[in-house]
């Protein structure tokens, strides 16, 4: 059973730093690319950041290019996957979603939420002014 689990979140002041975490475990094949999704009160669930299975392709929204980086370490049965956030704003406020899907041989990236097949729980990312 694919389960994934975010860590990382809190109160942070504008223009300071955070790291999200994600441990995606009971995956059953080496192949599954990872995104960050998050979702503010009143909004839909927007695309952040995703990386492909290999790790050597990598694609940001437009908001957060720049500040944010996205990376992953792949163990055996478990991948990490990381949202590096910096220079956050009071606009980055939201609960933060990793998600997970089997992807092709040839790495692919993937921004809507319909096309992932695993999510997490959330962690939640408070920003103040």
């Known amino acids: 059973q694919v389960q994934l689990v975010e860590s990382g979140g809190g109160l942070v002041q504008a223009g300071g730093s955070l790291r999200l975490a994600c441990a995606a475990s009971g995956l059953t094949s080496s192949r599954y690319a990872m995104g960050w999704f998050r979702q503010a009160p009143g909004k839909q669930r927007e695309f952040v950041a995703a990386?492909?299975?290999?790790?050597?392709?990598?694609?940001?929204a437009d908001s957060v290019k720049g500040r944010f980086t996205i990376s992953r370490d792949n163990a055996k049965n478990t991948v990490y996957v990381y949202l590096q956030m910096n220079s956050v704003k009071p606009e980055d406020t939201a609960l933060y979603y990793c998600a997970a899907r089997i992807d092709t041989i040839i790495p692919t990236i993937k921004r809507r939420p319909i096309d992932y097949d695993y999510w997490g729980q959330g962690t939640l990312v408070t920003v103040s002014s």
């Open positions: 990386i492909s299975w290999s790790g050597g392709t990598t694609s940001y």
